[in-house]
């Protein structure tokens, strides 16, 4: 059953704590995105990686670091850096500019 | 920089009523991505336009890509309760980078 997951569902981070989202695809896709969903609001891009060992950060990628040692994963990792990180985490494959397969998402609360 | 602004951002229809929804980006796309996220969800591929003009139709739901490769929009006839979600259209920008609407939020009353 090929498709993209994500975990945890939900995460919880204390005031200087990093935390580290997984993202995992076997759809062999060589392009993989992280984005960050508000309330109400549309998908801005973190990072992107379009192939193994690179990426590119997008609009937000400010408190926010990734890691791409292997085509099936691509971590996220929220750093105390980022002051506001409450939201919907979104990871995304595809084959180039074609369709993205997005994960179910995480959602990161700050205690 | 790149923008795709979609309008309207809320839209409130009584079932039974049709739907539209614009998207327009500041930049000539190579093709067009809509995407549905229902409440709690996450984006769900509907369909992709690549010709300049192209209309493609998925039953009640009718997707245009503009001349100029610049807008599009959706249309839904005759909306149904699970129409109920955001919908979000999206481009390829350099280096695979996509760029996402700001998205149309659909409630249908039943």
């Known amino acids: 059953d090929g498709g993209i997951t994500q975990s945890p569902k939900y995460l919880f981070r204390k005031e200087g704590q990093n935390v580290t989202l997984s993202c995992e695809q076997n759809?062999?896709?060589?392009?993989m995105y992280w984005y960050r969903q508000d309330p109400g609001q549309g998908l801005r891009l973190i990072y992107y990686s379009q192939i193994v060992n690179d990426f590119q950060k997008g609009d937000i990628a400010e408190g926010y670091s990734v890691s791409r040692e292997k085509k099936e994963s691509f971590p996220l990792t929220v750093t105390s850096a980022q002051k506001n990180p409450t939201a919907f985490y979104l990871c995304?494959?595809?084959?180039?500019?074609?369709?993205?397969?997005f994960g179910p998402g995480t959602r990161l609360l700050v205690l | 920089g790149q923008q795709v602004m979609q309008i309207p951002q809320y839209q409130h229809v009584q079932e039974g009523e049709d739907f539209t929804t614009y998207c327009n980006s500041s930049t000539t796309l190579s093709n067009i991505q809509w995407y549905k996220q229902r409440p709690g969800g996450h984006p769900v591929f509907l369909i992709q336009?690549?010709?300049?003009?192209e209309v493609k139709k998925q039953k009640r739901l009718t997707f245009q890509f503009g001349e100029a490769k610049k807008n599009s929009s959706l249309h839904i006839t005759a909306t149904q309760t699970t129409d109920v979600g955001t919908y979000f259209c999206a481009g390829p920008v350099t280096g695979n980078q996509f760029y996402f609407g700001t998205g149309t939020s659909l409630t249908v009353i039943p």
């Open positions: 336009l690549v010709k300049s003009g």
């Open positions: 759809l062999n896709h060589d392009a």
């Open positions: 995304a494959s595809s084959i180039g500019e074609e369709t993205q397969y």
